[in-house]
């Protein structure tokens, strides 16, 4: 299993590739907001996936587990909806 987190402009975009990657063998799915209490995290991630003309929605962290077969499936699934990937393991 390999550890993935994503980053996506907001909420919907997290929760649509949630839905899309339900038929792989994934494992521990989490959406949550990048709060103000990172706030250099969300700065960070802000100015990597979030376009100013956004309307101020907060960007969205989707972790999950996913198998090493599906691994390449999730990533292409995430760059689909112009997520930010940011791997624990390689």
Not at 35 to 59: A, C, I, N, Q
């Amino acid at each position: 299993m390999k550890r993935i987190d994503a980053v996506f402009k907001n909420e919907n975009a997290a929760e649509s590739v949630k839905a899309e990657l339900q038929p792989l063998r994934v494992e521990n799915m989490m959406v949550e907001e990048i709060t103000e209490e990172s706030y250099g995290l969300r700065d960070f991630f802000r100015k990597m996936v979030v376009p100013e003309s956004d309307g101020g929605h907060p960007p969205h962290l989707l972790q999950f587990d996913v198998k090493d077969e599906d691994y390449e499936k999730a990533r292409s699934i995430i760059k689909g909806h112009d997520g930010y990937i940011s791997d624990e393991e390689e």
